[in-house]
C-alpha cells in the first residue's frame, strides 16, 4: 500500500508531495527531496539503474521511478513510501501519468504550482 508520494527533481526540488497515512510521521518534503537526489545520484553512479528501493526495517520501502526530461539535462523522481508488498506496474503507471499531465511544470518550477497538486490530486483520486 502507498503511503506517501514524493515528485521532486535531481536538484532536490519538491514538486509535489503527499502523505495517505495519518499515522506515518511528517515528513519534510525538502528535505526528503534532497536525500532522493543524492539517492539517484548514487544509484545511477553505483550501479547504473534508475529505480531504488530502499527497505527500512521489514515494514517500509522506498521506491524510485525516474523519468528524464529530454533536453534539459534534468531527471524527475517519483517516489512511493510502501507499506507492504510493492506493485511496481501501478506505480509506473502513476509516474508515467503524472509526468505527462505535470510535464510543463516539471521543466520548470516557477510555473503553477497549484497546478501541478490539482492534477496529480485528481490522478490518484482515480486509482
Known sequence: MIKSILVCDSQGYP???KKFD???GEID?????GLISAIGAIGKELFKEDIATISY???YEITIITKELF???KLIYF???IEGE???KLMRKLSTNIFIETKHVLKDP???KLDIKEKVDRILENL
Open 15 to 17: 514538486f509535489y508531495s
Open 71 to 73: 533536453g534539459e539535462k
Open 79 to 81: 517516489v512511493f513510501l
Open 86 to 88: 510493492i506493485d511496481l
Open 110 to 112: 516557477s510555473a503553477a
Open 22 to 24: 495519518s499515522n506515518l
Open 29 to 33: 518534503p525538502t528535505i526528503f527531496s
Open 57 to 59: 526495517g521489514e515494514k
